[in-house]
């Protein structure tokens, strides 16, 4: 069977026809109409629910309070501020201290700052004679880094390290003062003189002389003169300095080249012995016992004659003996040498 077209309602047809008035009234006005039209189109969007992210999104803004806002809004990683030791991780540390004095906290606090020492310590020992130890500085060190840490004050924002730094370059060098036997005026003075020669040298290419030195100093000749004589009692030389020769070798002391002036000249002895040697070649054996013990060994006529059972008055005798035949012995060789 063929399809039936469906018919439309009576209330279908009834509802479309205004609205095609509506339109056919529209087209008719013209200009009019077309701003009649938006305006109605305005309106029918505002009065469209809001989708509902939106909404949620208004209805938080409008129900959260101000400080809650500002707090999203900031950024998450944020961190407090470090000012010294102020907020760091050592804080709670420094403040136990602080109130308590424990000396066990001491300690670990001088446990975590002892590099800092070493450090100072060796840049110190770079601008100081080879004869102090780098033990005694850092021990004096050690005493400046326990006076920082009981006087310092973390609340005033200041790094202990720069802190205790001072202090302890401070200790050393007082240290090193209150063991100084020259005079600080004197050692200031022999400064000026080195300080004054380097310049002229630079200048001159030569050594300076006493008046080109006096003149730099804007001092007299005799006052400079003066000077000079104070300011030698600065130097010290320290005789367990270690000296290189660079050979590979172990190290010798500066003691070890110092000459004994009451210790015999090696040279000397062995000549001595040489020319002993050769002038008792004539004698016999006895002869040559009693003046080897007399003048080589130090020994006394009853000494020597305890030693060889003679008496003392035959020990003199045979001295004498050979005394007048080394003389005569003497005597011919030097009148057979040429003149």
């Known amino acids: 069977m063929p399809a039936t077209k469906a018919r439309p309602s009576r209330s279908s047809t009834a509802a479309a026809r205004p609205a095609k008035a ?7 006005s013209g200009k009019g109409g077309k701003t009649s039209s938006r305006v109605a189109a305005k309106t029918a969007a505002r009065a469209r629910p809001a989708s509902k992210p939106a909404a949620a999104k208004t209805a938080s803004r409008a129900s959260a309070p101000k400080s809650s806002v500002k707090a999203a809004s900031a950024p998450a990683t944020q961190k407090t501020r470090v000012m010294g030791e102020l907020g760091g991780e050592n804080e709670g540390l420094w403040r136990e201290y602080g109130k308590t004095h424990d000396p066990a906290l001491r300690n670990t606090l001088m446990e975590m700052y002892l590099p800092v020492v070493q450090f100072i310590a060796e840049r110190l ?3 100081l004679p080879r004869s102090i130890d780098l033990e005694d500085l850092k021990s004096a060190g050690v005493f400046g880094l326990m006076d920082a840490i009981d006087g310092f004050d973390i609340d005033r924002g200041i790094k202990f390290k720069t802190y205790c730094s001072t202090r ?10 209150s063991q100084d036997w020259v005079p600080r005026l004197v050692r200031l003075r022999a400064h000026q003189i080195q300080r004054a020669q380097i310049a002229l040298e630079a200048m001159h290419g030569r050594t300076p002389t006493d008046a080109e030195m006096a003149e730099s100093l804007e ?5 400079y003169l003066a000077m000079i004589e104070e300011s030698r ?21 500066k003691i070890d080249f110092l000459r004994d002036p009451n210790s015999p000249d090696p040279a000397d002895v062995l000549n001595q012995e040489d020319v002993m040697y050769a002038i008792i070649r004539s004698l016999n054996r006895r002869e040559k016992q009693i003046i080897l013990m007399y003048y080589r060994d130090g020994l006394t006529m ?11 008055s035959r ?3 045979i001295h004498s003996n050979v005394m007048r035949k080394l003389k005569v012995q003497l005597e011919e060789a030097r009148e057979g040498l040429v003149v």
């Not at 302890?168 to 003062?177: K, P, S």
């Not at 009692?233 to 367990?240: D, P």
């Open 315 to 317: 020990v003199c005798q």
């Open 168 to 177: 302890i370059r401070g200790a050393i060098l007082d240290e090193l003062r």
């Open 233 to 253: 009692a600065h130097t010290v030389r320290s005789l367990s300095e270690s000296w290189d020769d660079g050979s590979g070798d172990q190290p010798v002391e």
């Open 125 to 127: 020992l770079l601008t």
């Open 302 to 312: 009853k000494q020597i004659g305890q030693l060889l059972a003679l008496t003392e």
């Open 219 to 223: 001092l007299s000749l005799p006052d």
């Open 22 to 28: 509506k339109s056919s009234s529209a087209g008719k």
